[in-house]
């Protein structure tokens, strides 16, 4: 009887190889958000203080200067508190986080203080002072003087300029008027142009009838005229706006006015070039 040979394949002789099936990966697989996580581990207080940081709450901190005996204090400003929530769920505010300590300045703390650094439209009388503490009035050029004065009257209107005119007296030409005229019933507030010392208060015997000097410093006098009455002393301190007398027509007056000038270094100026 012949062999047959039977030929066939050859299985292998290896352990079956293990199949992988697709699924869904574990949760603890998943590649964590590094972000998520640690805004889950920051306190609430670092949540708060990360916010103020990002939105410029710090920059805004008020900061008051100090001076011996005075605290400095630094406070975060806001117009709503900042919030955030802890990991149980408490909300926190900026507020409740507590008040700044108080930092005292030592005793031997020196401050300079400049009054040109204030000299703004909201503080006239500083503006004229630190342009009269650079000069003296008669250098002053009418584009820095224009407006240092305030009104002597609670409205202007102009019933005869400086300068040269016709006399309201004599009827003749070349009457050189010293001063501004300004429409004004008899009894009209008279108010101080700046801050200054009354320096005189009584009869002016050239045609100013009754009369009041106001000295504002370096070389500015600003005088009122032909009053009916004086509201101040010689001597005496007035601020800008003061009242110091009521209007008239005593002395050289052909009615109720006021008569203004401005003098620098003794000399009579355009009250215009100041006002």
């Not at 000295?215 to 001597?235: I, K, P, R, W």
Request: glycine share 12%; charged share 15%; with cysteine.
């Amino acid at each position: 009887m012949s062999t047959q040979n039977v030929r066939g394949r050859r299985r292998s002789s290896d352990p079956v190889a293990e199949v992988r099936t697709a699924g869904v990966a574990s949760a603890k697989d998943r590649p964590r958000e590094t972000h998520r996580e640690v805004r889950r581990r920051k306190s609430a207080l670092r949540q708060v203080a990360d916010f103020a940081a990002a939105s410029g709450v710090g920059q805004k901190a008020g900061v008051a200067l100090a001076a011996t005996g005075l605290a400095l204090t630094v406070a975060l400003p806001g117009t709503s508190p900042v919030m955030a929530t802890s990991e149980s769920g408490q909300t926190v505010s900026a507020m409740s986080v507590g008040s700044q300590p108080a930092v005292s300045a030592a005793e031997t703390a020196k401050i300079d203080f400049s009054r040109a650094a204030v000299a703004t439209k909201a503080d006239p009388d500083g503006k004229l002072k630190q342009l009269l503490s650079a000069q003296s009035a008669a250098s002053v050029q009418r584009a820095s003087s224009q407006g240092t004065l305030g009104s002597p009257l609670g409205s202007l209107a102009t019933a005869s300029p400086y300068g040269y005119r016709i006399s309201p007296l004599t009827g003749g030409a070349g009457d050189f008027h010293r001063g501004q005229d300004f429409v004004a019933q008899c009894g009209t507030q008279v108010n101080a142009a700046a801050a200054g010392k009354v320096t005189f208060v009584g009869w002016h015997p050239y045609g100013g009838g009754n009369r009041v000097v106001v000295d504002h410093g370096n070389g500015l006098e600003t005088t009122y005229n032909h009053l009916s009455s004086f509201t101040v002393q010689m001597g005496q301190t007035v601020g800008r706006g003061d009242v110091v007398a009521l209007s008239g027509t005593t002395g050289a007056s052909t009615g109720c006015h006021l008569h203004f000038e401005v003098q620098a270094n003794g000399e009579v100026v355009d009250p215009m070039g100041w006002l």
